[in-house]
């Protein structure tokens, strides 16, 4: 029976045309920067209000304090108690999402278009008058110390802890989980939380990124109206030194014992968002190990078959985040698994990628972008990274052709400055009984042993 051969790789075909919606910015006499993208395809509007309240303004002893403040914004306000507040939400068809990451804490909300402004009415409310109530964040806090415990016991959440703590030297906010720890939790109260919205949450310094079927002078009046006297500005913000633990590569194994697969982590120091070398390294992380036809995936999953997936990262943050490989494979091939890692990477960075590769990663990345942006959420969350990096307003506009102007020549020369192999650290979560052999037989770098926390 004659029919497409699975051998052959189907040629990519032409890249659509696409134009980001043009953004309009304005500003308010208090500070809050305003950013509106009139998208008429289906009546509904995503408000999303950015505020520079990030874990990574925060010492390690209040570390989750920007998590756990953005919680409990749901728990209820000075006029409504969380559940009066989550029916008045559900009335106009709207539901709250709050997340919080190193930068920033984002609170947005979507809705049909004519219910903007009873939206926008309650995202003010909870942003200027939040309650903290003390039952609310009781459980909040439990919640969190739950968590964080199920972290403790999770091979994923072990070895992902122990990767970010021994990239980054001891007291760099990176180094410990977003979340914070059972120590930095436990003290929280109202008053901490309350204390948190006092300091970070202010209109100068935040903004408010509203997407859907509005026009810029209909959002410019709900917003004058509903956070118009909303008063004050941040403090000066801390520049992360990203320094790393060290500048030595090594294999360290965190034992758990009877495991019958390890959880591998690899990886050192990244970049920070602004790195100019920033669409170069999409595409070379793209070859590498950001796609299902990457190296990483096509030597360890299709040539091995040792594991089910692996991936590569450079997580990039106002400061140098984290450049990491993960993936998970059974515990008698751990060290044949780090080895062809160490190998597919320190080949890419000697050799660079090929012109093929590049290409395709340019026309996958272009590719995928349309679909990325398909709901006003998603051009939210996009325009909100604008501010949080204080990126031009125009930056989506050739966002494509820039990745597609990408020249193999760019992305070598990325590869070589950004990934460090000698540089690198191998967390390996596993029962060291079987595995430090094994490891220590490759004789790339020193293995050591720790216990599980």
């Not at 006499?29 to 009139?38: A, P, T």
């Not at 002078?217 to 709900?222: M, P």
């Not at 008063?231 to 060290?246: F, H, L, Q």
């Amino acid at each position: 029976m004659n029919g497409p051969s699975r051998s052959v790789v189907p040629p990519a075909g032409l890249v659509r045309s696409f134009d980001f919606p043009p953004v309009h910015a304005d500003v308010l006499d208090n500070g809050l920067r305003i950013r509106s993208v009139q998208v008429g395809r289906l009546p509904i509007v995503t408000a999303m209000l950015v505020l520079d309240a990030g874990e990574g303004l925060l010492d390690g002893n209040r570390a989750g304090l920007a998590v756990l403040t953005g919680d409990c914004l749901e728990g209820g306000t000075a006029k409504r108690t969380g559940v009066e507040l989550a029916e008045a939400l559900e009335t106009i068809g709207a539901g709250l999402s709050v997340g919080t990451g190193w930068d920033s804490t984002t609170v947005s909300l979507s809705c049909m278009a004519d219910r903007l402004d009873d939206a926008m009415g309650l995202l003010a409310e909870v942003i200027l008058q939040p309650a903290f109530p003390d039952d609310e964040v009781d459980r909040i806090r439990g919640q969190r110390l739950a968590a964080i415990h199920q972290r403790e016991m999770d091979p994923v959440g072990i070895a992902t802890t122990a990767s970010r703590r021994l990239t980054y030297r001891e007291g760099v906010p990176y180094g410990r989980p977003l979340g914070g720890t059972v120590e930095s939790v436990g003290p929280f109260n109202a008053d901490a939380a309350a204390g948190f919205v006092v300091a970070q949450y202010r209109p100068k310094g935040s903004g408010l990124v509203v997407v859907g079927d509005v026009d810029a002078r209909q959002v410019r009046s709900l917003v004058e109206t509903h956070f118009g006297e909303w008063t004050g500005g941040t403090g000066s913000r801390p520049e992360i030194d990203a320094e790393p633990r060290t500048r030595e590569r090594g294999i360290v194994v965190v034992h758990r014992a009877d495991a019958v697969q390890s959880e591998i982590r690899i990886g050192h120091v990244g970049q920070a968002r602004s790195t100019p070398q920033y669409f170069a390294l999409r595409v070379v992380n793209t070859v590498l190990g950001g796609a299902f036809t990457s190296r990483l995936n096509l030597n360890l999953r299709e040539e091995h078959g040792f594991t089910y997936g692996v991936r590569s990262r450079f997580l990039v943050r106002r400061g140098a985040g984290p450049w990491c490989v993960s993936t998970a494979v059974g515990t008698d091939v751990t060290a044949d698994a780090v080895h062809e890692a160490i190998s597919e990477i320190s080949t890419l960075v000697a050799d660079g990628p090929t012109e093929e590769e590049v290409d395709a990663a340019r026309d996958y990345l272009a590719g995928v972008f349309p679909l990325e942006l398909e709901t006003t959420g998603q051009i939210a969350a996009r325009i909100a990274e604008l501010l949080i990096y204080d990126l031009p307003d125009d930056y989506y506009a050739d966002y494509r052709d820039r990745i597609r102007s990408v020249t193999l020549e760019e992305a070598c020369e990325a590869a070589r400055a950004c990934i460090r192999p000698d540089e690198m650290t191998v967390v390996v979560g596993g029962d060291a009984s079987e595995v430090q052999g094994p490891l220590e037989g490759l004789e790339w770098g020193p293995v050591t042993v720790e216990a599980a926390s």
